[in-house]
């Protein structure tokens, strides 16, 4: 008597997980190309409040101005005179990106007044002056 042997054919029960790795990279890829990350402007400063104060939803280039009188751009302290090449540095990443001035309550308004012009020379029209939202 002759023995018959089975041959198992061993199939791949296993789900193919590459086509659905190469859909996450490409989504992750898109997702960091497509999002915009805001450039903090290095310190914390006591904003003024004000009753007609509106969020900024665009992507904003950021510059503080302390009580001391201390200009603070990308997390560093710069000079007043300084701010113009700063910003025309910054709008390379955010050309239609607006300036947003973080002015403390306490700081002089000279120097902000200073700040805000040497960013529309740089060639920046929409410059804002950030201010906390006040009780209504």
Excluded: Y
């Amino acid at each position: 008597m002759r023995m018959r042997r089975h041959h198992q054919q061993d199939e791949d029960t296993g789900i193919d997980l590459t086509p659905m790795l190469d859909v996450v990279f490409i989504m992750l890829i898109f997702f960091i190309v497509t999002s915009s990350f805001i450039k903090e402007a290095g310190v914390e400063v006591q904003r003024p409040q004000a009753e007609t104060a509106s969020p900024q939803d665009k992507g904003n280039i950021l510059i503080a101005i302390t009580a001391d009188g201390e200009v603070w751009m990308d997390k560093k302290v710069v000079d007043v005179r300084s701010v113009r090449a700063h910003v025309e540095r910054m709008r390379v990443d955010q050309p239609d990106g607006a300036v947003v001035v973080q002015a403390d309550q306490d700081a002089r308004t000279g120097l902000v007044v200073q700040v805000m012009d040497q960013a529309r020379l740089a060639g920046v029209q929409d410059v804002a002056l950030a201010a906390t939202a006040g009780a209504r």
